[in-house]
């Protein structure tokens, strides 16, 4: 377990993440918790509005209270004693979201070795900022839950800036800026990591392959990152109960050779967190893992699966959580590398979500088209978009080169397609009378239809033929 954050001199202890330069979550009741002599009263005291509260510790020592925050500001102190003060200077009162996945979400700004992210130099350089805080939770894996993480507040700059989730950063400098309040930023994510990991027993409960692979306590972890449950409780249990407004979420790489399971397992994990935080339905914004060829990395010998898949699955969890969004990023990836150095578009569209859908700013595109039906008439396919009010645009053209056709035989052939008015036309030599329709269905398609707010339209398919799904 993590050493818990607390003065030398102190009898509270709180974990790490209360700490110098917090945010707390603003206009809400935030729920503070720690340890302390046993059976004696703890006051709190809190500098924004200058009130005491008080809570006891039980026999074991541990406390836990829920105090009101006003509207956002700071610096403020907060002050927690047994008799004995712990007091955290440069607390500010804003907006703080839990940022986790796996390695694109926790890729610096500095890069991975030989893998740079766009711009980042002089995003860098430009970072300083006091209103942006950053915490990164340190990569722990464990076969028992623990109640602590190692990490500190920082204020955003350079130096922090550069070690930072590229991601992340970019959601939350978009998010300050226009919010004008202070921002924090909770970083827990693991490279490689599967979606497994950061699910509770519980939940797992459901997916019999997953959960007969959990680790019993003190048990030996095959994967430090992929294993069942061992990042849910290495890094996401202590943050259980933190207040926040809601969560950003990059991950589905690890399981692109699994998209069969995807939609239930990534519903079930959004549904226990919040579940388990007990915030109602918090916002949930994630990212449609981008074009990449997956053969790279395939096996010699074994069938290359399409991750086209994944990215449905991806989109379909979309349908069945309530208040979740999906930041779409066909033209953002990066057919060679599995890491994209474009790290801005990413975080900047999970920005327009939660900037359009959350906090209800007017006047933005937040949301990609999706598609809606086809009409066949004769040898063309006739494509219909929701989402789409100002209708459908091309990249450069009123045309697309990523859609295909089949006719029964089930055979995809290449197809000339171009935008008519709100619709797409499709149609091909090789197919006269077509049955199905598929867009960017590949591994590393490059999207090249738009929303004229410049939202790309997911890949996907009119069909649900299960001949090559993994």
């Known amino acids: ?88 200077n440069n607390v500010m009162l804003g907006e703080v979201w839990l940022c986790s996945g796996q390695s694109n979400m ?51 700059s350079p130096a922090a800036v550069r070690n930072f989730s590229a991601t992340a950063y ?21 490279g490689g990591s599967a979606c497994e990991a950061w699910m509770s027993d519980d939940m797992l409960k459901a997916f019999p392959e997953a959960s007969a692979n959990i680790p019993p306590v003190d048990g030996e972890i095959k994967s430090k990152n992929r294993t069942p449950s061992v990042l849910f409780k290495g890094m996401l249990n202590p943050l259980i109960g933190m207040s926040m407004r809601g969560v950003i979420w990059y991950q589905g790489e690890d399981n692109w050779n699994r998209a069969h399971s995807y939609t239930d397992m990534f519903s079930t994990m959004i549904k226990g967190w919040r579940e388990l935080w ?42 069945i959580v309530p208040n979740t969004g999906m930041a779409v990023l066909m033209d953002a990836g990066w057919a060679e590398g599995i890491h994209p150095s474009d790290k801005r578009t990413p975080g900047e569209r999970l920005a327009l979500l939660a900037l359009g859908k959350t906090y209800g700013v007017e006047g933005i595109g937040c949301e990609s088209p999706v598609y809606k039906s086809m009409e066949i008439k004769g040898d063309t396919v006739i494509v219909s978009f929701d989402r789409a009010p100002e209708w459908i645009a091309g990249k450069h053209s009123f045309e697309s080169t990523q859609f295909k056709l089949a006719g029964e035989d089930r055979v995809f052939h290449p197809a000339k397609a171009w935008i008519s008015r709100s619709k797409v036309m499709v149609r091909s030599e090789k197919v006269p009378h077509p049955v199905a329709v598929r867009y960017a269905f590949e591994n590393a398609s490059e999207g090249d239809l738009f929303s004229t707010d410049g939202l790309p339209v997911s890949s996907f398919r009119s069909d649900n033929w299960p001949d090559d799904r993994p």
Request: glycine residues 8%; negative net charge; charged residues 20%.
């Open 170 to 190: 970019f959601f939350g400098r978009l998010i300050q800026d226009y919010l004008d309040v202070p921002v924090g930023l909770v970083v827990a994510a693991w």
């Open 278 to 319: 007990g915030q109602g339905e918090f916002p949930f914004y994630y990212c449609q893992i981008a074009p990449y060829d997956y053969s790279i990395i395939t096996e010699p010998g074994k069938e290359i699966i399409n991750s086209a898949y994944l990215r449905e699955a991806q989109m379909n969890a979309e349908k």
């Open 1 to 88: 377990m993590a050493v818990l954050a607390f003065a030398m001199d102190a009898e509270v202890r709180m974990p790490a993440f209360f700490s110098d330069n917090m945010v707390l979550q603003r206009d809400t009741d935030v729920r503070l918790w720690g340890e302390a002599k046993p059976n004696t009263t703890v006051r709190i005291t809190a500098g924004w509005n200058l009130q005491d509260y008080r809570t006891n510790s039980g026999k074991d020592g541990k406390w836990s209270i829920s105090i009101p925050t006003t509207h956002a500001g700071g610096p403020y102190t907060l002050t927690v004693s047994d008799g004995t003060p712990l007091t955290f």
């Open 106 to 156: 926790e890729m610096p700004m500095k890069g991975f070795k030989n893998q740079p992210v766009d711009g980042a130099n002089m995003a860098v350089l430009g970072s300083r900022n006091p209103n942006l805080r950053l915490f990164t939770v340190k990569r722990n894996s464990s076969t028992a839950p623990v109640d602590d993480v190692t990490g500190k507040w920082s204020e955003a």
